[in-house]
Antibody, heavy 118, light 110 residues
C-alpha cells in the first residue's frame, strides 16, 4: 500500500523559513517523479513544485520560484520542500504527491499545514 | 500559469448525469493528452479519478468518464449517487513543464 506521510508543518512568522518532509513507502520511490501541491484554506489546489526521479530536473510555480526548493533523498525514500522568505499567502495544506507515468498524480498524502502569520 | 477554468458549482439529482467542463489553452489542455480529474471530499485528500484524458485507475467506477476536444476537457458522472457530492478538479501538464489545476467545481447531489 502506498503511503505518503508529510511532516514539518507549523506556525511561522512572515519572512522565516520552514522545511517540509515526506516519508514514502509502498512503492519504488527512486523510480518516480514527486511533487508538492498546496491548498489554501477554503481554496482550490495549486501545484507548487516537482522533481524528477533522479533529481536532475525540478520545476516550480511562479508564485514560489526563487523562494522554495524541492529535493529528494532516494536512499531515505524521502521528499523535501525547503520554504524560505515565507509570506502569509503561503498559508496552506501542503500535499506530498506521487506521480504515475510522470504525468498524473495518483497518490496523495494527508498534508502538512503551514500557517504564516505574525 | 493561469488556472484552468471550471464552473464553480453544478448540481443534479440522484440517478441523473452531470458534466463538468475544464477550459484551458493550447499550452496546456489543448497541447497534451495529460489531463487528469480529481475528486475531493471535505477534509480529505484528493483522489485520482481520470488520467490521460480518458483513463480510469483501477477502483474508479465506470460511472465516471471523461473526454477532451481542443482546449477543453470534460468529466461526466452518470447515475449520480449521494457519495458523489464533492469538489472536482481538473489538471493538465503545460508547455513550461509545470502543472496547472482548475479552480474546482462543487457538485451538489440534490
Amino acid at each position: 500500500e502506498v503511503q505518503l506521510v508529510e511532516s514539518g508543518g507549523g506556525l511561522v512568522q512572515p519572512g522565516r523559513a520552514l522545511r517540509l518532509s515526506c516519508a514514502a513507502s509502498g512503492f519504488t520511490f527512486e523510480d518516480v517523479a514527486m511533487h508538492w501541491v498546496r491548498q489554501a484554506p477554503g481554496k482550490g489546489l495549486e501545484w507548487v513544485a516537482g522533481v524528477t526521479w533522479n533529481s536532475v530536473s525540478s520545476d516550480y510555480a511562479d508564485s514560489v520560484k526563487g523562494r522554495f526548493t524541492i529535493s529528494r533523498d532516494n536512499a531515505k525514500n524521502s521528499l523535501y520542500l525547503q520554504m524560505n522568505s515565507l509570506r502569509p499567502e503561503d498559508t496552506a495544506l501542503y500535499y506530498c504527491v506521487k506521480t504515475y507515468g510522470d504525468r498524473t498524480f495518483d497518490h496523495w498524502g494527508l498534508g502538512a499545514l503551514v500557517t504564516v502569520s505574525s | 500559469q493561469s488556472a484552468l477554468t471550471q464552473p464553480r458549482s453544478v448540481s443534479a439529482s440522484p440517478g441523473q448525469s452531470v458534466t463538468i467542463s475544464c477550459t484551458g489553452t493550447a499550452s496546456d489542455v489543448g497541447g497534451f493528452d495529460y489531463v487528469s480529474w480529481y475528486q475531493q471530499h471535505p477534509n480529505k485528500a484528493p483522489r485520482l479519478l481520470i488520467y490521460g484524458v480518458t483513463q480510469r485507475p483501477s477502483g474508479v467506477p465506470d460511472r465516471f468518464s471523461a473526454s477532451k476536444s481542443g482546449n477543453s476537457a470534460s468529466l461526466t458522472i452518470s447515475g449520480l449517487q449521494p457519495e458523489d457530492e464533492a469538489d472536482y478538479y481538473c489538471s493538465s501538464f503545460t508547455v513550461s513543464f509545470t502543472w496547472v489545476f482548475g479552480g474546482g467545481t462543487k457538485l451538489t447531489v440534490l
